[in-house]
């Protein structure tokens, strides 16, 4: 069973930087796109960044592009997400997901259902 396990939240300053991390085990097949999520309080999830078929497709959200890189370390199963200039607006639980028969991202996935989600970590960017 496909398994995703977040981690590397926490709480920085305004302007500052993290990196989340997405711990994936389980999958059988390599066609699927991995993506990050975030749902702030009383917000909407946000599909904020996505990437497949070894790190050639990638795609970001206007709010995030520019400040966040998506990758993958493939040896190791793990994907993942530096922020930087991190804003107090980014503050939200992020969340990353999978999406099966998928090689290109894009925005238009992140609208769509993903097959399976991580159960999330916290990010809290003070001002």
């Known amino acids: 069973e496909v398994q995703l396990v977040e981690s590397g939240g926490g709480l920085v300053q305004a302007g500052g930087s993290l990196r989340l991390s997405c711990a994936a085990s389980?999958?059988?097949?390599?066609?699927?796109?991995i993506a990050w999520f975030r749902q702030a309080p009383g917000k909407e999830r946000e599909g904020i960044s996505c990437?497949?078929?070894?790190?050639?497709?990638?795609y970001y959200a206007d709010s995030v592009k520019g400040r966040f890189t998506i990758s993958s370390d493939n040896a190791k199963s793990t994907y993942y997400l530096q922020m930087n200039s991190l804003k107090p607006e980014d503050t939200a639980v992020y969340y990353c997901?999978?999406?099966?028969?998928?090689?290109?991202?894009?925005?238009?996935?992140?609208?769509?259902?993903?097959?399976?989600w991580g159960k999330g970590t916290l990010v809290t960017v003070s001002s």
């Open positions: 997901a999978a999406d099966m028969y998928e090689t290109r991202c894009s925005g238009l996935l992140l609208l769509g259902g993903m097959d399976y």
């Open positions: 389980g999958f059988t097949r390599d066609d699927y796109a």
């Open positions: 990437i497949a078929d070894s790190e050639s497709s990638t």
